[in-house]
T-cell receptor
Framework: DAKTTQPNSMESNEEEPVHLPCNHS???????IHWYRQLPSQGPEYVIH???SNVNNRMASLAIAEDRKSSTLILHRATLRDAAVYYC??????????FGTGTSLTVIP | NAGVTQTPKFRVLKTGQSMTLLCAQD?????MYWYRQDPGMGLRLIHY???????AKGEVPDGYNVSRLKKQNFLLGLESAAPSQTSVYFC???????????FGPGTRLLVL
């Protein structure tokens, strides 16, 4: 199984950028890198995904290392509503998503 | 457009009882998934379906059965509930051409 490694927790001040790292040294060439987040007492929600190139959307940016063994989710201006657990996931078949324990992000007012 | 809905929201069972969790989606998605989430843990895939009438095992399938008789519904059954199945169960769906999974709000199950 392709696994990911993330820090258990991180803190950020409100309105500052946040960089959430993810290591995935056993990634295969066809694995997409997905990021989801889970707010308290809710189901996970999609944040962003990419394959090789950096990606941007209205929620975040995804920076992928050239060797694809790591990636970073960037929240440009953290708000209190961004406090959540963030999961970095590699898709093996497109069906079997393996969630790790994720990174719990605390946003300090 | 309700997205993904789950029924019930909360249930208490006694050991040995059976129950069925219902997941419904109104987005015409081909793929549907059942996950469980234990306290402090990430989600683990139980079973999934790539289309009406098909099912496949995920990471932790033991003790569960599933059925996909209609495209919009995915049922998760517990034939004989055990305390180890106390968890929060999430359903998800996605379009076959897109990577994004859409999750329901979850069902909290307590087995005594």
């Amino acid at each position: 199984d392709a696994k990911t490694t993330q820090p258990n927790s991180m803190e950020s001040n409100e309105e500052e950028p946040v960089h959430l790292p993810c290591n995935h040294s056993t990634i295969s060439g066809t694995d997409y890198i997905h990021w989801y987040r889970q707010l308290p007492s809710q189901g996970p929600e999609y944040v962003i995904h990419g394959l090789t190139s950096n990606v941007n959307n209205r929620m975040a940016s995804l920076a992928i290392a050239e060797d694809r063994k790591s990636s970073t989710l960037i929240l440009h201006r953290a708000t209190l509503r961004d406090a959540a657990v963030y999961y970095c996931i590699l898709s093996l078949t497109g069906n079997q998503f393996y969630f790790g324990t994720g990174t719990s992000l605390t946003v300090i007012p | 457009n309700a997205g993904v809905t789950q029924t019930p929201k909360f249930r208490v069972l006694k050991t040995g009882q059976s129950m069925t969790l219902l997941c419904a989606q109104d987005m015409n998605h081909e793929y549907m998934y059942w996950y469980r989430q234990d306290p402090g843990m990430g989600l683990r895939l139980i079973h999934y379906s790539v289309g009406e009438g098909t099912t496949a095992k995920g990471e932790v399938p033991d003790g569960y059965n599933v059925s996909r008789l209609k495209k919009q519904n995915f049922l998760l059954g517990l034939e004989s509930a055990a305390p180890s199945q106390t968890s929060v169960y999430f359903c998800a769906s996605r379009d076959s051409l897109r990577a994004t999974q859409y999750f329901g709000p979850g069902t909290r199950l307590l087995v005594l």
